[in-house]
Nanobody, 117 residues
């Protein structure tokens, strides 16, 4: 079992920045693929960014150049640095961890990000 706890969500003005954190515990290790997803009201959950155990990253087109995913193996923590935030970034952000190739997915409880003036 893996437990994931997100933090860092807040209300921020357009153009501002936030850093989300996802602290992992349990059987989590560095080979898990970890990712950030988001879900706005009425929308499906969508992938924002992902990082493999080897450090390979992948981003949704809508956040490329603005968001950066990173991980600290010593702290079992994954971060999402979000810059130049837009109102359309408003959503609940979820952390996901999954061990390739066939491990079950684990999800955090989510953290709310609201971008508004």
């Amino acid at each position: 079992q893996v437990q994931l706890v997100e933090s860092g969500g807040a209300l921020v003005q357009p153009g501002g920045s936030l850093r989300l954190s996802c602290a992992a515990s349990g059987s989590f290790d560095k080979w898990y693929v970890t990712a950030w997803y988001r879900q706005a009201p009425g929308d499906q959950r969508e992938l924002v960014a992902a990082v493999t155990g080897g450090g390979v990253t992948n981003y949704a087109d809508s956040v490329k150049g603005r968001f950066t995913i990173s991980r600290d193996h010593t702290k079992n923590t994954v971060y999402l640095q979000m810059n130049s935030l837009k109102p359309e970034d408003t959503a609940v952000y979820y952390c996901k961890a999954q061990k390739p190739p066939f491990g079950p997915p684990y999800w955090g409880q989510g953290t709310q990000v609201t971008v508004s003036s």
